[in-house]
Structures are given as C-alpha cells and as structure tokens.
C-alpha cells in the first residue's frame, strides 16, 4: 500500500481515514491573512499565498522572486532585525507598515515569522485593523491587558479543584475574548472527550456535560495541538487562498493561518458553529484537554488577544499539574499513616494483616471502594461488600494472567471477562496491586456496579457512510442523546491508582521485614522465605548478631552498583560507603547502643557517580532480649535528589523571572503585576508538587513546571516588547 493511500493528502480524506489525513500539509491559508515563503539570507519571496491582490492590491504572482522590499514600508528591516536576535524555531510576533500596491497609503500588518524546518521563513501578515463588534477584541491598553491578565493568573492559583479551575477559567476567557461559548473539554483514558465546564451567552443550550467520542478529534489533529496551542477560525464560511506555486509540500504546523480540514469544517457548519478559537492543555506532555470558544458570527482576534490565550494555556496547564499532584500528595500522607499502623501492629501482635482490615473506612474511602480483599499465602480476608470466596479465587486465577507492571485495573469485568458476569453487583470495577513475585499475593480494591446515564452529543452508535465524504453522520445530528451504561463502575483515576500502587509498596515492605524476621527466627524455613526476599523489590541486607552477612537480594547489586559478594560483614560494607565513619557510627548505635536507625548515606558504587540511599536499620530481638540480627533496607534516593535540584533550578529560573518585572525595562515603570502573579502561580504549584515529596515522579513534574513557566513569561515578554513597538 503506497503511502498515499495510507495517509490521505490534505482535503482528500473521508470518515474511513480521517485520522491520517495530513492537515499539516493544508497548501492553502484562511483569506484574512496573507502567507509568504521567504528564502535565506537574501529574503526572497518563492511562495505566497494567492490573496496578495486583496490584501495588498498586487497582482497574483507579482510578488514571486522579488525581495521583500518589494512590499514597502518596513517589512524587510523588522524581519532583518528578528533574524539578528531570534532563532525563529517557534512563531515571533511581528507588527509592521507596508505599501498598498498602487496607493499612497501604508497599512499596518501584525503576524509573525518562524523558520520552516527544512529552511526558510515563513512570514504570517493580518491587516491590524482596530475591529471591534462582533468581529475582533483587541486589548489596545497595555495596563488593562496586564491587569486582566494578572487577575486571571490570580483567580486560577486560588483554584482548589480542577471543578473550581475550569469554571474560572472559562468564564475569564469569554470575558476577555467575548466569544458566545467558551468551554473547557476533557479527554478520557480512551480518548473521548466531556465537557466538564461551561460559559455561555443565555440565549444558547447547554452543552454541559455532554460527551463526545475520540473519532471526532483525529490523532493528527492532536497531535498539532500540542505543537500549535492557539488556533483560530475566523469564519467557517470562507474560501481557502491556495499557496503558489504547488509543488513541494509546505510543513504549516506552526502556521496560526493555516487551513483546516473540509471535514472538520463541515463537522462546525453541523453544529451551526461560525467562529472558533481553542486552546491547548497540556500535563507532563499529554494532550489533558482543550478550551474551546465558539461563536455564531464571524470573529477575529487580534494577535494580543491570542498571546494571552497561550500564556492562560499554560498557567492553566501548571495549576491541573498540581491540583491533580495535590491529590496524590494526600494520599502519600494516609499512606504514612497506614505504614506506622501496620507496623505497630506487627510489634505487638505479628499480625499485620488483622491491622489493615481493622478499620475499613481506612483501607476503602480513599479509593472509593465498596470492598476489598487480601489473598496472602493462600488465604483469602476481606471487608466491605465483596463476592463469595469461591468466586474470589475465580477473579484471581484470571487476575493473574492479566497482570502487567505489577497491576491490573477494570470498570466492567462483566465486559473484560464475560465468564466474570456474575461479580458485577459487588466488583464490576476490579483494581488489584502485585504484592509477592513468588506468590499469588495480591490486594484487590472493588466498586459496585453503577447504573450511570451518559449525555452524547448525538447517537455514536448510528454511524452511515455514504460516497459523499462531507456526510458526517452521525455528527450531522447534535441533539442530546442518553445512553443508560450497564455492568461498569466508575473509572480508576489516576491520583487513585497512584495511591493504591504506594499503599502495595507500604505492604511489601512490611512482608519483607516480617519475613526477614522469621528468617532469623526459623532457620528451618530458610529457603522458603529466601525466595520471598531474594525477589523483593528494595535492596536489604540481613546480618546475625555477630554483623555476619546471612543474606542479601539480588536487587541490591543491581540498584547500587556494589557486588555484594564482595563482603562478609556489616563492618566490610561500611567501607563501601563515601563516608565509612558514619556508616561505623550507625553500625555502633545499633550493636552497643541498641537503637534503630533511619538516615541517608551514599553508596560509591563501582566505576558511577556515588548512588545516595535512604537506610533503614533495625535489630530484631529474641524473646529473652537477646539480639538475634539486623535487617538493613536501601532505598535509592537519586530520584528524589533529582527533584531537589529541580526545584532549586526552578528556583533560580523564578529568580530570572523576578527581575523581568522588577522595572529594569524602560517601559515598566513600577513591579510587572503580571510576571509577579507567573511566578506567584509557579511558586504555589510547586508547594502543591512537593507536598508529594518522595514520587517517583517528582523531578519531571518541576522540570515541566519550569518549561511551562518560562515558556508563558516567554510568551508575555514577547507580548510586552509587542505592544511597546506597536505604541
């Protein structure tokens, strides 16, 4: 099959390919705008688009091969100048004058510039009309645009659920952009979409709460979401101006002028749609969600208003980051609180397991969970409503074989496994956590069946394709349509299945320590439980009385780069230390002085920088008194060392931040309320982050917040250096 069959060109796709049809390579630009292709160095036109002569009142083709001076005005001197101090890999505001083509008079133009990535300029021109109305919203006043900015930014921070942040968030932005629908739209696991908040001119439906199926935004297209995270449609009606000559392709990912699919347009002519303008939310690289305005008329907005449609975008996608991380920060804090119980449990009574199920609302309200059930060395507890024993055993022999990375979740067994239908009305959502590589040991958490009725924006399941590829059925129809689903709990979230993972890991430790003790204890059942800790997934030691090396896993050596082999004593492993003396002086306070110890030590691991661990020592007693051994566990702490140079980096960028509005440009005459309120946005993010200290996915989440950061006060310097020249 040649490619073309598999990606269809531009405006030649129908709904059976549609997810491949590539948009990017649209050769043609909305008529409001004007495209030209610039050569290097000499600024030679060798492409525009088929508008001049409306636009410009040159004819078509008389621009080809002529210098941009061609055009007037001053053009060419504030491309020279962005060339000079730019690199032009992302799109560069532009304002400028040129000559209306057998006329007198000058017109001003606003747009911008970005360097193709196979060579040359790309140069985007709009009329800078001061256009009001119905048709375009202009910030003309730099201290009203900055004002509005920095209470948005404000309102956003003081957001403490993504239900309070999407709410503000689409009523600021139909405020400032006046479009008659402003909604934010969020993508599912699968990739639907609901629209999860809503502001609307009173005299337009609701659309709050309805869902739409993934087929509706193709994978191309989000995928140019996340490359281009403005786009605009000034009006569904227009006729595309084709770039000339044809030929070779034109990569316009990064046009703001570019072309939209015909079946995209005819899917908004559907809706009755006229205008739109959305915007991209992005979470640790994913496409999190959309801001989509919709209005009935035709609508400009002017490149201010689109620059700070960016900057929300990413002061909005900071703060999803960490209301969501906020959640997991939560449960890292009732996962602490499980683990101390668990413990003294154990201390006092070995029975760990009479701990964990002794207050359910503990085990269960954090998940939402109706029910749930431990299989531990073949048995089988449980609490809550759950399904009969046999019945457990069942979903766990099948459980077993679905497992991957140490967990398995679902929402409808009943669909997963039809042999499973019967466990619907007590565990129709299933999500399960690996606690022994040796045995089938799992912890499962389960949620009743729940009737729920789904709100689609049409029926998805009328779907009629006939020869006209613009018959979009079923998105000609728009109407509400419900759909009562059966046999499906509520889904898993990913703050839930974090929190369920770390409450595993908490319960791995504790096996590991209490079958470290029976090690010590029974020396009759030492291969039993070698194997358990030989397979655990944290690194531990365990030494006799004597600091006598009994047993180590093979994790250690793997982890911390340090042949275990190589030593037989707890004394020869303080030598492998970066600091032996305190590494002695733990193992003093364990021998002589008989107490635990908890603190961070560095490992200098066999030709690799030092590896920073986090030990747990602790001696394990006979019942005379006597000291039987000492169990040590490692734990690999260069992730959390990773994030604490984040965050410091992070807080060297805020600092550089700072002093972009601290009045050092002559424009500014006084603290940037709006760099203030970036930094006050980033710095209460951050808060929220750290309060998850010890994730593994700490560091990326502040290296994220950094790039997001920088990349609004990047967009607002630019913005501000804008609206400075444009006077």
Known sequence: MTDMLVSPAFGQADLTNCERELIHLAGSVQPHGLLLVVDEPGLLIVKTSANAEALLGLADGALLGRNLKILGGNLEAQVNEMLASADLAEPCPLY????????????????????????????????????????????????????????????FSGASSISALTDAVVHSLREMAGYDRVMVYKFDPDGHGEIIAEARDPSLDSLLGHHYPASDIPQRARELYLRNRVRVLVDVNYEPAPIAPAGHELDMSLCNLRSMSPLHLQYLKNMGVTATLV????????????????????????????????????????????????????????????????????????????????????????LDASGAALFFEGDVLSVGEVPSTPQLRQLLEWVITQTQGSMFSSVSISRDNPALSSLSPTASGVLAIELSTSRPDYLMWFRREQLSEVTWAGDPTKIEIDNDPLNLSPRRSFVAWSQ??????????????????????????????????????????????????????????????????????????????????????????????????????????????????????????????????????????????TILGFILIFTDLSDSKRADAARRHLEDALHEVDRLGSGAESDVQSTDNVIGAIVTNTRLAALDISGGSGGPAMAPLIEELETATRRATDIYVRLRAYLRNRG
């Not at 209490?514 to 531990?540: C, D, F, G, Y």
């Not at 492993?573 to 908890?598: I, K, N, S, V, Y």
Request: glycine share 6%; with cysteine; net charge neutral.
């Open 96 to 155: 400028c004058r040129i000559d209306r083509g057998g006329d007198e008079c000058s017109l001003e133009f606003e747009g911008a510039v970005h360097r193709h990535p196979q060579g040359g300029l790309i140069v985007e021109l709009e009329l800078a009309e001061r256009l009001h109305g119905d048709q375009s919203i202009d910030f003309d006043a730099t201290e009203g645009l900055r004002s509005k900015l920095a209470s948005a930014i404000k309102l």
């Open 279 to 366: 915007v991209s939310l992005v979470r640790e690289g994913r496409l999190w969600g959309l801001i989509a305005c919709h209005h009935y008329s035709p609508r400009r907005v002017s490149y201010s208003m689109r620059a700070v449609c960016g900057l929300l975008g990413e002061a909005i996608s900071t703060r999803i980051s960490a209301v969501e991380n906020y959640t997991h920060a939560q449960g890292v804090i009732l996962v602490r609180s499980l683990e101390q119980r668990l413990i003294e449990a154990t201390s006092t009574d070995g029975d760990w397991r009479r701990a964990l199920f002794s207050s359910p609302r503990t085990l269960l309200q954090p």
């Open 484 to 625: 009562i689903v059966r046999g499906s709990a509520s889904p898993w979230t990913n703050a839930e299945m974090s929190l369920a993972r770390a409450i595993g890991t908490t319960l791995i430790d504790i096996i590991l320590q209490i079958q470290a003790v029976r090690l010590l204890i029974a020396q009759h059942q030492l291969n039993l439980v070698r194997v358990t800790v030989e397979n655990s997934k944290e690194p531990v030691v365990v030494a006799d009385s004597q600091s006598r090396i009994l047993l180590s896993n093979e994790i250690f050596s793997k982890q911390l780069n340090v042949p275990i082999s190589q030593f037989a004593t707890l004394d020869d492993l303080a030598g492998a230390f970066t600091d032996p003396a305190q590494a002695r002086a733990m193992l003093t306070t364990l021998r002589e002085q008989h107490l635990p110890w908890r603190g961070e030590l560095s490992f200098a691991s066999n030709n690799a920088p030092p590896v920073p661990i986090g030990l747990r020592a602790d001696i394990v007693s006979g019942s005379q008194g």
